[in-house]
């Protein structure tokens, strides 16, 4: 094969990381490889990058830990790795990995490279409030995943996923015009059979919506919900997705379905 990098590196230490990068800006980070794997499956495949660093040889950064009230994944780990957690990850987030791909290539994509690229993932991670370690050189930083903004030479490091217990948690993901298509997460939690919290988020190619008004409408009424409530709650998404900037006619059908159904099954 022509087309090989001209140099690889496998730092074992942030330090040797950011070192390297410092001297290759141009290198391109790779955890799992399939984002590079995806570029070049099409005809015309685009080169590979001259440099390559690769962060398998960072045991932080394949680190999986858990306390009482966070899950915490290192950027490397894989997705299948999390997928093994089972009942110690958060629901919506297990049937978002494991609708990614098939399980070859869920051996090897990195739950840091999907959030990376846009992917399914982060769509789960912004409804669950899950935070991002920013590292660089010389400082690192925490964001919410719903601002992540990296800064050049910035990296994902740690995800943080907060272990909230959901009464009520679905997930789908929809075939689009774009390749990632679109991906809609309802979760909602009770207490005495009063909602307490809702998350709804819909991802597609352009944008990751989130309405806290329409959260708002359903927070603090009583289950079975009415089913003028849970017309009202779905009529104001739909609202919502049409005047999205670039909306898909097709995709934001499907969300507002999704939505619709999900708000009426509480009300069942």
Same mark, same amino acid.
């Given at each position: 094969?022509?087309?090989?990098?001209?140099?690889?590196?496998?730092?074992?230490?942030?330090?040797?990381?950011?070192?390297?990068?410092?001297?290759?800006?141009?290198?391109? +980070?790779?955890?799992?490889?399939?984002?590079? %794997?995806?570029? $070049? @499956? #099409?005809?015309?495949?685009?080169? /590979?990058?001259? =440099?390559?660093?690769?962060?398998?040889?960072?045991?932080?950064?394949?680190?999986?830990?858990?306390?009482?009230?966070?899950?915490?994944?290192?950027?490397?780990?894989?997705?299948?790795?999390?997928?093994?957690?089972?009942?110690?990850?958060?629901?919506?987030?297990?049937?978002?990995?494991?609708? +990614?791909?098939?399980?070859?290539?869920?051996? %090897?994509?990195? $739950? @840091? #490279?999907?959030?990376?690229?846009? /992917?399914?993932? =982060?769509?789960?991670?912004?409804?669950?409030?899950?935070?991002?370690?920013?590292?660089?050189?010389?400082?690192?930083?925490?964001?919410?995943?719903?601002?992540?903004?990296?800064?050049?030479?910035?990296?994902?490091?740690?995800?943080?996923?907060?272990?909230?217990?959901?009464?009520?948690?679905?997930?789908?993901?929809?075939?689009?015009?774009?390749?990632?298509?679109?991906?809609?997460?309802?979760?909602?939690?009770?207490?005495?059979?009063?909602?307490?919290?809702?998350?709804?988020?819909?991802?597609?190619?352009?944008?990751?919506?989130?309405?806290?008004?329409?959260?708002?409408?359903?927070?603090?009424?009583?289950?079975?919900?009415?089913?003028?409530?849970?017309?009202?709650?779905?009529?104001?998404?739909?609202?919502?997705?049409?005047?999205?900037?670039?909306?898909?006619?097709?995709?934001?059908?499907?969300?507002?379905?999704?939505?619709?159904?999900?708000?009426?099954?509480?009300?069942?």
């Amino acid at each position: 094969m022509e087309d090989r990098p001209d140099t690889v590196f496998r730092p074992e230490s942030y330090a040797e990381l950011f070192s390297q990068w410092e001297k290759s800006p141009d290198a391109e +980070i790779l955890a799992g490889g399939t984002e590079i %794997m995806r570029r $070049l @499956g #099409g005809r015309r495949a685009a080169p /590979l990058p001259r =440099s390559l660093i690769v962060l398998d040889g960072i045991e932080e950064m394949r680190r999986i830990s858990r306390s009482e009230s966070y899950l915490e994944i290192g950027a490397a780990a894989t997705l299948s790795r999390i997928i093994e957690l089972g009942k110690h990850a958060p629901g919506a987030l297990l049937r978002c990995l494991r609708g +990614i791909a098939c399980p070859q290539l869920r051996g %090897m994509a990195s $739950l @840091g #490279g999907n959030v990376f690229s846009g /992917l399914d993932a =982060s769509a789960a991670l912004v409804a669950l409030d899950a935070q991002y370690e920013l590292r660089r050189a010389q400082s690192a930083r925490w964001i919410a995943a719903a601002r992540f903004a990296p800064a050049p030479g910035e990296l994902i490091c740690r995800i943080r996923v907060p272990l909230d217990a959901w009464d009520f948690s679905e997930f789908r993901k929809f075939p689009g015009r774009s390749d990632s298509g679109g991906i809609a997460v309802f979760l909602a939690k009770a207490q005495k059979n009063t909602l307490t919290d809702v998350r709804v988020i819909c991802k597609d190619a352009l944008e990751t919506m989130r309405d806290k008004d329409a959260q708002d409408m359903l927070i603090g009424k009583r289950l079975p919900l009415a089913r003028k409530t849970a017309s009202a709650f779905a009529a104001h998404w739909k609202e919502r997705l049409r005047s999205a900037e670039g909306a898909d006619d097709v995709l934001t059908g499907e969300f507002a379905a999704f939505i619709e159904a999900t708000a009426q099954s509480l009300a069942e």
